[in-house]
C-alpha cells in the first residue's frame, strides 16, 4: 500500500512540476558503502520517472576521514564548487553531513531547505541551532538495541554469553550510550561484553574461542580497529564470520546475505523511500517546516533463512511476518505461482493465436500481391526483347523470358533445370561456366561476348551482361543475364569496312599498276629478245627454255599481286593469331612499288629483333588498317612534296609490350591540325574534295570494337604518329 501511494505521489509531482528542479545530495560516507549506496539508488529509481530533477550527489568520505582540518577545507571546496549553483533543496545522509548542514547552512546554502535522513540519536533541539527549524525536516535513524537484545534473549533461552562488536565512530558512539542501561537489564540473565577497542586479530581470537553451544554476538559495527586500520563494511564482518560458531546478530540490514542472522534491521532503502517522498513534497511547495520529522525509524524484522537453519533457530513465536530472504518456496507459494503462470501462459497463447490469426490474413494478403507482381513480373520480362535467363550456383536454369526460349527453340519448361551445355556449343558452354564461376567468387557483374549458329544455321553475334543476385537470406542465390543480340550491327559494321575496302579500290589498282609495271617491262623485252633471235636464226634450245622460266618468274609475281589483293577483299570471319610481319610484307608486296615511286622511303624497324611477334584479331582487316594509314601518309606526302623531288620517308616501328603489340607509323608529311586532329576519326569526316570519311573511323572500329585495342594519333614536330596497340593474346 505504501508503494502505491509513493508511486502514485511520483506521477501526480511528475505531472504538476513545470520547470527543472536541482537537487544536491551530500553523504557523510564514502560511495561504495551500500548503506550511502542503497540510500543513492533509492532516491534516484523514485526521481527517475520526473525527468525534470537533476540530482547532484557528493561524499563527505568521513568514516575515513573526520579532522576538523579537512572539514574545514570540504567548506572551501563547496562554497568554490556550488557558489554559483541555484539548488531548490539539500538531502543530508547520516549525520556528520547533517551536523555540517546544520552548521554551515547559512554560509553554503542560506535559504534553501534540507531534508535528513539516517540521523541516530535524532534530537529536535538540533534544529533550533541557527534556526534550521524553519529549513529542515527528515528521517531519524533509530536502531532498536534494546529490542534486538530482547530478541536475542528469546530466540537463545539458554543464552550465556553475548559478545557485542562496536568502532568509535559517531554511529558507534550513539549506540554506545543506548547500551549501558540495557547491558546493566540483562546482566543476571547472561554476560554481555561490550568490545570497541581490540586491534582486528585479537578480536578474531576473541570470537573464535566463544562457546558455541550457548554464546551469540551482536555486531553493531567495525571501520577502523585500535590500530587505526580502515575496512569496508564487509571485510570487517567477513573477517568476524570466518572464526565465528555462533549466530551473528545485526542491526542494519547491509550485513543482511553477507552471514548475519538478522533481527530489527535498520534499512538504508526504507529510509530512501522515505526522504525521497518528503523530498517530493518540497519540490512541489511544501515548505519543510510544515512536514512533520519522522522521529520512528522505519525498522523491518528481516532474516536470512540460510542462517536460521544453520543454527535452528524458530522465529515463527516471537515475530510476526517477518521478511526473510533465501526462503525456499511453500507448497501454497508454489501453487500459486503455478496459478499465476498458467493464466499468464493461457493469456500469451490467446494473444499468440490472435497474432497468428492476423499474421495468416496478413500473409495471405501478401501472398495475393506477390502473386500478381510475379505475374506482372513475368509479363515484363517477356515483353523484353532481349533474351533473359537466370540459373543457380550449380548453372542450372531456374528461368527465362520468351526472348530467351525463342534464340534457343526450346519451351521454358524444357529449359528449366538444364544447363548452357544443353543448347550451346561446349566451347562457348564451358567459357561461360568459367566466367560464372569467377562472378560467384567476386560477386560483381560481368560482360562477354560469344558467337554460334542456330539450328536454322543462322550465325548470332551475342553480348552477354552477367550479374550476382543474393537470396533473402544473404546467401547467394546465381546467375542472372541479360543478352544483347548484335548481329545485325555487327553485320552492318562488316558491310561498312567492306564499303571502305571498296572506297580504297582506286589507290589499290593504281599500287597494282605500278607493281606490274616492272615484271611487263621485263616480259616485253623477253618477248623482243626471243623474237630476234627467231629471226636471226640464233634461237636455240636454251634460249627457249630460259625465255620460259624468265617469264614465268615475272608471271607468277603478277599472280601473287593480283592473289594478295584477292586476299585484302575477303573479310576476316574469325579471330586468330597472326604474324604482324607477314602481314606488313603482303601490303608491301601490293603498294611497296608505288610508294617507291613516289620518291618516299618506307622503312620496317623491328625493336624485338629474330622473334615473331604475333596478334590475335582479324588478319585482312589488320591490312586493310595498314593500308588506310600508309595510303593516308602517302597521298599527304605526294601533294605537299609533288612540285619537288625532295626526299620523304614513312617509318613502321614494331615493339612487343606486356600485353600488347604496338605499331607506330610516323610520317613526315607534315603535321595534323590541332582544330581537326580530334575529329579525324569520327564518321565521315574528310578534308579530301572526293574523301568518303570513312577509312580512319573503319580503322577505329576495327581496330578497338573488333579487336579490343586502341588506335591514337598525335603531332610530333613537323611528324605524325598513328599509334596501334593490339592483343597479343585473346583478351
Known amino acids: 500500500m505504501m508503494r502505491f501511494i509513493l508511486l502514485f505521489s511520483i506521477l501526480f509531482f511528475n505531472y504538476l512540476f513545470a520547470s527543472s528542479k536541482e537537487v ?41 576521514i573526520d579532522t576538523p582540518e579537512y572539514i574545514s577545507n ?22 556528520n553531513a547533517f551536523d555540517f548542514m546544520i552548521k554551515y547552512h547559512e554560509y553554503l546554502f542560506k535559504n534553501i531547505p534540507v531534508v535528513f535522513c539516517g540521523i541516530n540519536n535524532f534530537d529536535k533541539v538540533l534544529l533550533h541551532e541557527n534556526d534550521m527549524k524553519n529549513y529542515m525536516t527528515g528521517v531519524a535513524e533509530e536502531v532498536d538495541v534494546a529490542k534486538n537484545i530482547e530478541l536475542i534473549s528469546k530466540l537463545h533461552p539458554n ?70 586500520k580502515y575496512f569496508t563494511y564487509k571485510q570487517s564482518f567477513q573477517e568476524v564470520k570466518k572464526v565465528s560458531q555462533v549466530p551473528i546478530y545485526g542491526l542494519w540490514d547491509f550485513y543482511l546475505n553477507d552471514g548475519i542472522v538478522g533481527g530489527l534491521l535498520t534499512s538504508a532503502v526504507a529510509q530512501g523511500e522515505a526522504v525521497s517522498k518528503m523530498a517530493l513534497k518540497i519540490l512541489n511547495g511544501e515548505k519543510p517546516k510544515d512536514i512533520p520529522i519522522l522521529e520512528k525509524s522505519p525498522n523491518l524484522y528481516m532474516f536470512d533463512y540460510n542462517e536460521l537453519k544453520k543454527f535452528s533457530i524458530n522465529i515463527s513465536d516471537f515475530v510476526n511476518d517477518p ?43 501478401v501472398e495475393l500481391e506477390l502473386s500478381n507482381r510475379l505475374e506482372f513480373d513475368k509479363v515484363l520480362l517477356d515483353t523484353i526483347p532481349n533474351p533473359i535467363y537466370y540459373k543457380n550456383i550449380d548453372g542450372k536454369f531456374l528461368g527465362c523470358n520468351t526472348s530467351f526460349e525463342t534464340l534457343v527453340n526450346s519451351t521454358r519448361d524444357e529449359i528449366i533445370g538444364k544447363t548452357a551445355f544443353d543448347f550451346f556449343p561446349y566451347k562457348v558452354a564451358y567459357a561461360n561456366t568459367q566466367m560464372d564461376k569467377e562472378l560467384l567468387k567476386t560477386f560483381s557483374t560481368g560482360t562477354s561476348e560469344f558467337t554460334f549458329y542456330t539450328n536454322s544455321n543462322e550465325m548470332k553475334h551475342i553480348i552477354l551482361n552477367k550479374a550476382v543476385y543474393k537470396n533473402i537470406d544473404g546467401s547467394i542465390g546465381g546467375i542472372v543475364c541479360i543478352m544483347d543480340d548484335i548481329s545485325e550491327r555487327v553485320q552492318q559494321k562488316q558491310f561498312l569496312i567492306q564499303q571502305s575496302k571498296l572506297a580504297e579500290m582506286g589507290d589499290m589498282i593504281a599500287a597494282i599498276a605500278h607493281q606490274w609495271n616492272e615484271p611487263l617491262v621485263e616480259l616485253s623485252a623477253l618477248v623482243q629478245d626471243i623474237q630476234t633471235s627467231y629471226l636471226l636464226n640464233e634461237l636455240k634450245d636454251v634460249d627457249v627454255k630460259d625465255f620460259v622460266n624468265d617469264s614465268m618468274v615475272q608471271i607468277k609475281y603478277m599472280s601473287k599481286t593480283l592473289s ?62 595498314l593500308l588506310n594509314l600508309i595510303n593516308n601518309a602517302k597521298n599527304k606526302i605526294v601533294e605537299k612534296y609533288k612540285d619537288n623531288d625532295k626526299k620523304t620517308k614513312i617509318d613502321i616501328n614494331i615493339q612487343r609490350c606486356t600485353n600488347y603489340n604496338t605499331i607506330e607509323i610516323i610520317d613526315d608529311g607534315g603535321r595534323i591540325e590541332e582544330k581537326i586532329i580530334k575529329s579525324i576519326f569520327e564518321p565521315y569526316f574528310t578534308t579530301k574534295e572526293n574523301g568518303t570519311g570513312l577509312g580512319l573511323y573503319m580503322a577505329k572500329v576495327i581496330v578497338e570494337d573488333k579487336m579490343r585495342g586502341t588506335i591514337n594519333v598525335k603531332n610530333d614536330g613537323d611528324n605524325v604518329i598513328f599509334t596501334i596497340k593490339l592483343p597479343h593474346k585473346k583478351v
Open 74 to 95: 570540504l567548506v572551501k571546496l563547496y562554497k568554490q564548487q556550488f557558489e554559483h549553483r541555484k539548488f531548490d533543496l539539500i538531502i543530508v545522509s547520516d549525520n
Open 323 to 365: 521478511i526473510i530472504i533465501n526462503e525456499p518456496s511453500s507448497i501454497y507459494k508454489e501453487h500459486y505461482k503455478f496459478f499465476i503462470i498458467s493464466i499468464l501462459t493461457i493469456l500469451i497463447l490467446s494473444i499468440i493465436v490472435i497474432i497468428l490469426k492476423a499474421n495468416i490474413q496478413r500473409r495471405e494478403k
Open 159 to 228: 543464552l550465556k554469553n553475548l559478545l557485542i562488536i562496536n568502532d568509535k565512530s559517531t554511529t558507534g558512539f550513539a549506540v554506545k550510550r543506548d547500551l549501558n542501561p540495557i547491558i546493566e537489564k540483562y546482566s543476571k540473565k547472561f554476560n554481555i561484553e561490550y568490545t570497541d577497542n581490540l586491534e582486528i586479530n585479537n578480536l578474531k581470537e576473541k570470537v573464535s574461542n566463544l562457546d558455541k553451544t550457548n554464546s551469540a554476538i551482536l555486531f553493531v559495527l567495525l571501520f577502523k580497529d585500535t590500530t587505526g
Open 24 to 64: 544536491l545530495l551530500i553523504h557523510s560516507y564514502h560511495k561504495g558503502y551500500i548503506w550511502s549506496d542503497d540510500i543513492s539508488k533509492t532516491i534516484e529509481k523514485n526521481f527517475k520517472p520526473i525527468k525534470d530533477i537533476e540530482l547532484t550527489t557528493v561524499y563527505m568520505d568521513t568514516k575515513r
Open 564 to 625: 594478295d589483293f584477292r586476299n585484302f577483299l575477303k573479310p576476316s570471319t574469325k579471330k586468330k593469331l597472326f604474324s604482324i610481319s607477314k602481314a606488313l610484307n603482303e601490303i608491301n608486296e601490293i603498294i611497296g612499288k608505288q610508294i617507291f615511286y613516289s620518291n618516299i622511303k618506307m622503312s620496317f624497324n623491328y625493336k624485338n629483333e629474330n622473334e615473331e611477334l604475333l596478334i590475335y584479331g582479324y588478319e585482312n582487316e589488320f591490312k586493310q588498317v
